[in-house]
């Protein structure tokens, strides 16, 4: 059964079908040539199972928050106050784009919400500045990958969901890395700016300018501050911490900006609610498609040809790394932790590597999957905001994605990057 529902899950993938139906298509077409027509109910039974969890809610509300954030035009006073910031440098548009993704990563948790939001805005203003669309739309897919890395984070949310795992612990353990690869990002906007010589936005702002831009975003940036702070602080749960934030977003935008209305409402609750429905419907479907995967005793199998590969845990996280890369062309970040997570992380905590360690490898590089060709749903944002084709962003993006590569693997090897918070704050041992 594993030898052929897994490439028949994959060939569904590529002649375009939907994510959510190849999770169920591929293992209930198996159950049917095995003669297996009463595990059926194991299907839909485990779609409803998958999506019924209260710490999943977290997602929905984030979601509700960030897309309250973007209505009331806080995504713009975080982009002015990374102007102020970076906007003097040479390419300073594109370290503003990364910047800003930076920030708006700490109010949605999503690089989807990302690059809509601040490609939208800054891809024609870089390209009114001088800058390709095609790189333009490239920065921006490739640091809108952050959104899920620094906390909160809809993907680290799923891990932690499926897995057992402290929410708090692994919000923790991704700041440094979300930093590392924006940090990264601006090291090769930087290059590629000496060498094209790319436009300077804005002169240098002065410290009156940069502190009355550091009070027009003081509001948004304490939605991270006050989602972290009670989490870690013991106030609430994460699942309450987004509902706060929800409530952190309509006070901020109806009555102290006044930057939200009442009337813009039903649009962000409906957009919220259709971005949430895809999420957790294809959370409830993987959840589904591994319960039929365990029945085929595939992560046993596929436990024993990995350790049959190697006994040097570096080796195998090398190869680990090589696979996740490649899984992340093809699957959204949600579905392959559901489906990888619960066979992979048992591997390689048996063989010593800490579960929080674990889990920010997977996640960040099932995250930068979200960029890369063919199927990263990111270039298919940027395409769409920016009227591009994907194929042209995604030979744009390509150094990008190197830069990304090399964090995944610093992430990996020195794991005090990404462990250092959680033991300093008594999250992880």
């Known amino acids: 059964m594993l030898v052929w529902f897994l490439p028949l899950f994959l060939v569904l993938i590529m002649i375009g079908f939907p994510i959510f139906f190849a999770l169920l298509a591929a293992p209930g077409a198996m159950l049917l040539l095995n003669g297996q027509e009463r595990d059926f109910a194991l299907l839909y039974r485990n779609l409803y199972n998958g999506m019924d969890s209260f710490p999943l809610l977290a997602i929905p509300f984030f979601m509700l928050a960030g897309e309250m954030m973007n209505s009331g035009g806080i995504t713009r006073r975080l982009v002015e106050f990374s102007e102020a910031m970076m906007g003097h440098l040479r390419g300073g548009l594109a370290h503003v784009n990364i910047l800003s993704s930076m920030l708006f990563a700490g109010l949605s948790g999503s690089a989807v919400a990302d690059t809509s939001a601040l490609g939208s805005m ?4 870089m390209e009114q500045q001088g800058y390709t669309r095609k790189f333009a739309a490239a920065i921006t897919a490739a640091s809108s990958v952050i959104g899920p890395i620094i906390p909160p984070s809809g993907i680290m949310i799923i891990y932690a969901y499926v897995m057992g795992q402290s929410v708090a612990a692994l919000f923790l ?3 440094v890395p979300g930093i590392l690869v924006g940090v990264g990002l601006m090291l090769m906007v930087k290059f590629m700016a000496n060498k094209y010589d790319f436009p300077i936005a804005k002169p240098r702002s002065n410290w009156p300018e940069r502190g009355q831009a550091s009070l027009r ?4 940036l304490m939605t991270p501050v006050i989602i972290l702070g009670g989490i870690l602080g013991g106030i609430f749960t994460p699942t309450e911490a987004a509902a ?3 409530a952190y977003a309509l006070i901020v935008g109806l009555f102290i ?3 939200l209305r009442f009337g813009d409402l039903p649009n962000i609750l409906m957009r919220a609610g259709l971005t949430s429905s895809v999420v957790l419907l294809l959370v409830g479907a993987a959840m589904a498609f591994k319960t039929v995967v365990s029945l085929a005793h595939a992560p046993e199998a596929l436990a024993s040809f990995i350790l049959g590969l190697s006994d040097n845990p570096l080796i195998l996280l090398f190869l680990i790394n090589i696979l996740l890369f490649i899984v992340g062309m093809f699957l959204d970040a949600g579905p392959a932790i559901i489906v990888l997570g619960p066979i992979l992380a048992p591997i390689f905590t048996g063989l010593g ?3 929080i360690h674990f889990a920010i490898i997977m996640s960040v590089n099932l995250t930068v999957g979200l960029a890369t060709p063919p199927m990263g749903l990111v270039l298919f944002v940027a395409a769409a905001v920016s009227k591009e084709k994907v194929e042209t962003i995604a ?6 994605l190197a830069v990304e590569v090399v964090v995944i693997f610093l992430i990996t090897y020195f794991p005090a990057i990404s462990m250092t918070i959680p033991r300093l704050t008594g999250f992880a041992n």
């Open 122 to 125: 800054l891809i024609p203003a």
């Open 173 to 175: 353990a991704g700041i």
């Open 217 to 220: 975003a003081f509001f948004p």
């Open 244 to 246: 706060i934030a929800v």
């Open 257 to 259: 900006l006044r930057t």
């Open 353 to 355: 590597v800490d579960p």
């Open 395 to 400: 030979r744009a993006i390509l150094p990008f």
